[in-house]
Every structure is written in structure tokens, then in C-alpha cells.
Nanobody, 120 residues
Framework: QVHLVEPGGGLVQAGGSFRLSCAAA????????MGWYRQAPGKQRELGAA???????HYAESVMGRCTISRDNAKNTVYVQMNSLKPEYPAVYFC??????????????WGQGTQVTVSS
């Protein structure tokens, strides 16, 4: 069993920033990819930020220039920092971890989601 725990979130002022963490625990495959998705009100969940095999992380256009993803491998924890927040940027942020295990099976797990509200 794998658990992704996302503490944090809450109310942030416009122009401010926040940093979320996601810690993975349980039977985690060593070669895993952890990323962040965001879901704005009334919209579908979209990939916000994730590492790529090419080195530079992928960022969605909606967060480009305001978002930084990082990871602490020793803690199996991934972080996302969002800066220069706008009032129209509230969303629920979901952590995702996935991998292909030794049998070739694709495994994907989600955090519970963290609500971030931006006040004007």
C-alpha cells in the first residue's frame, strides 16, 4: 500500500506565495515519478508540474514562470512552490506518484488534495 500525504494549503494573499509538500510512504518503487496536478473550480484536473526524463521539469502554461517543483529523494518528498499568486488562481492541488514496476505493471497513486484559496 502506498500513501501520499499532503499537509499545508489554506488561504494566501494575492501576490504572495505558498509551498506544498507531498510525502510518499509505503511500498514505493525506487524509480518513481512524483508530480503535481491542479484543479481549478469548474475545470478538469491538469498536470501542473512534473519532472521529465530530459532534465528540465514540465510546467503547465497556466503556472509557467510562477511555479517550481523540487524533490528530496531521501525523504520521498516532492515540493511545489507557487509565487505571484493571482486572485483567480484558487485550486485544489493533488500530488501524484507513478511508476512501472518490475512486472511491467503501471502503478499510480494520488494524494488527498490540498485546497489553496487566494484572497484579493
Amino acid at each position: 500500500q502506498v500513501h501520499l500525504v499532503e499537509p499545508g494549503g489554506g488561504l494566501v494573499q494575492a501576490g504572495g506565495s505558498f509551498r506544498l509538500s507531498c510525502a510518499a510512504a509505503g511500498r514505493i518503487f525506487s524509480r518513481n515519478v512524483m508530480g503535481w496536478y491542479r484543479q481549478a473550480p469548474g475545470k478538469q484536473r491538469e498536470l501542473g508540474a512534473a519532472p521529465t526524463s530530459g532534465g528540465s521539469p514540465h510546467y503547465a502554461e497556466s503556472v509557467m514562470g510562477r511555479c517550481t517543483i523540487s524533490r528530496d529523494n531521501a525523504k520521498n518528498t516532492v515540493y511545489v512552490q507557487m509565487n505571484s499568486l493571482k486572485p483567480e488562481y484558487p485550486a485544489v492541488y493533488f500530488c501524484n506518484a507513478d511508476w512501472v514496476d518490475v512486472t511491467g505493471a503501471y502503478c499510480a497513486y494520488w494524494g488527498q488534495g490540498t485546497q489553496v484559496t487566494v484572497s484579493s
